[in-house]
């Protein structure tokens, strides 16, 4: 089945800077990838997504980029603010039949004032 | 729109006994999958339930069942609970054709 790894599993930034995760995937077929941030205590909530067509997306400060061929796709978080600390979590979808998210284990994000 | 929802919200149950966990999906949504979030992981996969029939099982023993409804409410039930059956469950739901996957908060179960 599908293995997903995420690095690094924390991750500070100073406020302002930029936080970048990564994930790399197992199975070829693959085809989407989203990313949810939970809060301490609080739902998984999804931030962005992406499909295995597209290799970039972008809504505001966040972006995901898709390496099909390395199998590897990473969220970048652009001027990070306090709300942004969190514990965030990739996960891939296998082919059409493949109905579960693996998921990563989770990156702890913690951004300083 | 209330999103999806769990309840109990917290549970504290004996080794050996049943537990049942409860999840209504987001309007609109006619597919619900559990998962199991111990501390510190991701969720794992258990199960999906689409027109009231399992579709999909991750690597949980049978122990772990479940159920859904005509209205796509689902429940989950654990039978002789263990030790390591302690954990954050999720019930995620979403609208069969697209992709997104929105999760309700979760029942967090503490077996002693």
């Known amino acids: 089945g599908e293995n997903v790894e995420q690095h690094p599993s924390t991750l500070s930034v100073q406020e302002g800077d930029s936080a970048v995760i990564k994930c790399t995937y197992s199975?070829?077929?693959?085809?989407?990838f989203p990313w949810y941030k939970q809060e301490l205590g609080k739902r998984p909530q999804l931030i962005i997504d992406i499909r295995s067509n597209v290799g970039e997306k972008k809504d505001q400060r966040i972006a995901v980029t898709l390496n099909k061929t390395a199998k590897h796709f990473s969220l970048h978080i652009t001027e990070t603010q306090p709300e942004d600390s969190a514990v965030y979590f990739c996960?891939?979808?296998?082919?059409?039949?493949?109905?579960?998210?693996?998921f990563g284990a989770g990156t702890t994000v913690t951004v300083r004032a | 729109d209330a999103g999806v929802t769990q309840s109990p919200t917290h549970l504290i149950k004996t080794r050996g006994q049943q537990v049942t966990l409860r999840c209504s999906p987001k309007?609109?949504?006619?597919?619900v999958s559990w998962y199991q979030q111990a501390l510190g992981q991701g969720p794992q996969f258990i199960f999906q339930?689409?027109?009231?029939?399992?579709?999909q099982r991750g690597n949980f023993p049978d122990r772990f069942s479940g159920h859904q409804f005509p209205n796509y409410s689902s429940e989950l039930n654990v039978n002789a609970l263990l030790l390591g059956d302690s954990a954050l469950y999720l019930c995620?739901?979403?609208?069969?054709?697209?992709?997104?996957?929105?999760f309700g908060s979760g029942t967090r179960l503490t077996v002693v």
């Open positions: 199975d070829s077929a693959s085809n989407y």
């Open positions: 309007s609109g949504h006619d597919t």
């Open positions: 339930y689409y027109e009231e029939e399992e579709r």
């Open positions: 995620a739901s979403r609208q069969t054709g697209s992709l997104g996957y929105t």
């Open positions: 996960a891939a979808r296998g082919f059409s039949n493949d109905y579960k998210l693996s």
